[in-house]
């Protein structure tokens, strides 16, 4: 599966689309927003550029996308205005891959730049915000580029399903499962560490070539608890297309071959590696708790309506190329029974890890 060509969240604002299913991201960017504030507050103290060069990696589309680049000016300029100094300029550079809605992006940025106008006043300095579709396991800037760099719920997903899950012999490795399910083997857990490993290594390489020193990188990902912990609700989803096949709705083979591009770490997975690649001080690290349907006080029905919806939002555009657009009405509505019946049994909720990163005047690589 060529992940970098396939994967995009649903564009448009429809009532699939990504726009208005991205609840669950906006509720963790919020969670996390008192770690970007003092990663920032700190590298501005430090570094106190003319021109903040800013990059969010993995910026999709939607109220998130600029929902960030604000909250980012708004710590600096709070900060300027605290110490009575003359407003910086910004350039904002939102990343993703090829596919994303770039488009929904820059529609939104002419009332984005009249709101900061009303907002900062006269004195507030200019603000550049431009699009760079690229992947971002590998470079995008150049050498020495940027001061603050932002992600939030991207580095999860892998560049590619990890090798090796593919069967030697007739029976699939991974049978009846999407992703580490409770029945997979041993293999497969390991293989999808080694291909987070090298992801996230890459990534860190890239951005430690791109950020000056002293610049500060939040990374915020779905992390789990424990290293063997099955993802539960890949799980219902797994099952689901399971069924499926049983009812000959999909075929097996297909199915066979599916498993998911993400992988969530554990906090220790995270920090080895960070330690590891070397060119980061970790500054920070917090974890916190999100259930899936962020707000648990709901009805049953509202609360797997909302995880189904959301998380056909992220995954319909993987789904729908291994086993056709025409089944996903089908497929999510038999998903979202699933859930509803998880989680009428069972709490549930997704651990998400947030880091802040200094990059080091040394690079250790
Ligand atoms: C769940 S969305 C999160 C979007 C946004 N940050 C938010 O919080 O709402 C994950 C985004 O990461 C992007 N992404 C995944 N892999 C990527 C890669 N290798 N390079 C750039 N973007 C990637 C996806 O296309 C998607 O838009």
Redesign the pocket.
């Given at each position: 599966m060529e992940?970098?060509n396939i994967?995009?969240?649903k564009k448009g604002d429809g009532q699939n689309s990504?726009a208005n299913n991205?609840l669950l991201?906006?509720s963790?960017?919020t969670k996390a927003k008192p770690v970007l504030q003092e990663s920032i507050r700190e590298m501005y103290h430090a570094l106190k550029p003319d021109c903040l060069m800013i990059a969010?990696?993995?910026?999709?589309?939607?109220p998130?996308?600029l929902l960030?680049v604000s909250e980012i000016i708004d710590i600096i300029d709070n900060e300027r205005q605290r110490m009575n100094e003359k407003s910086p300029k910004y350039s904002v550079f939102m990343?993703?891959?090829p596919?994303?809605d770039f488009n929904a992006i820059f529609k939104m940025l002419p009332s984005f730049y009249q709101g900061l106008k009303q907002d900062k006043g006269s004195d507030f300095g200019a603000c550049f915000i431009s699009g760079t579709p690229?992947?971002?396991?590998g470079r995008v800037f150049p050498d020495h580029f940027l001061h603050i760099v932002h992600?939030?719920?991207?580095v999860h997903?892998l560049?590619q399903v990890p090798k090796g899950l593919e069967s030697k012999s007739e029976e699939a490795l991974n049978k009846g499962n999407i992703y580490i399910g409770n029945t997979s083997p041993q293999e497969i857990s390991k293989a999808y560490y080694a291909q987070f490993k090298r992801d996230f290594v890459l990534f860190l390489r890239s951005r430690a070539q791109e950020m000056v020193h002293d610049g500060c990188m939040v990374l915020t990902l779905q992390g789990r608890f424990q290293s063997n912990d099955p993802g539960s609700l890949w799980d219902l989803l797994g099952s689901t297309l399971n069924d499926m096949v049983l009812e000959g709705i999909i075929e097996e083979e297909k199915l066979d071959k599916f498993n998911m591009p993400f992988y969530a770490p554990t906090i220790q997975e995270v920090s080895k590696l960070v330690g590891a690649e070397g060119s980061f001080y970790l500054n920070k690290l917090k974890s916190f708790t999100v259930d899936w349907s962020v707000d648990s006080s709901q009805n049953l029905e509202n609360r797997a309506n909302f995880v189904a919806k959301s998380i056909r939002a992220?995954t319909e555009s993987l789904l729908d190329t291994t086993f056709g657009a025409a089944i996903m009405d089908d497929l999510f509505y038999r998903f979202k029974i699933k859930v509803k019946k998880h989680l009428s049994c069972k709490e549930s909720q997704y651990l998400n890890i947030v880091v802040s990163l200094i990059k080091t005047r040394a690079n250790l690589y």
């Open positions: 992940v970098e994967l995009h969240m990504y991205s991201q906006k963790v960017v969010d990696f993995g910026c999709s589309s939607g998130n996308s960030v990343n993703d891959l596919g994303n690229k992947s971002f396991y992600s939030s719920y991207s997903w560049s992220v």
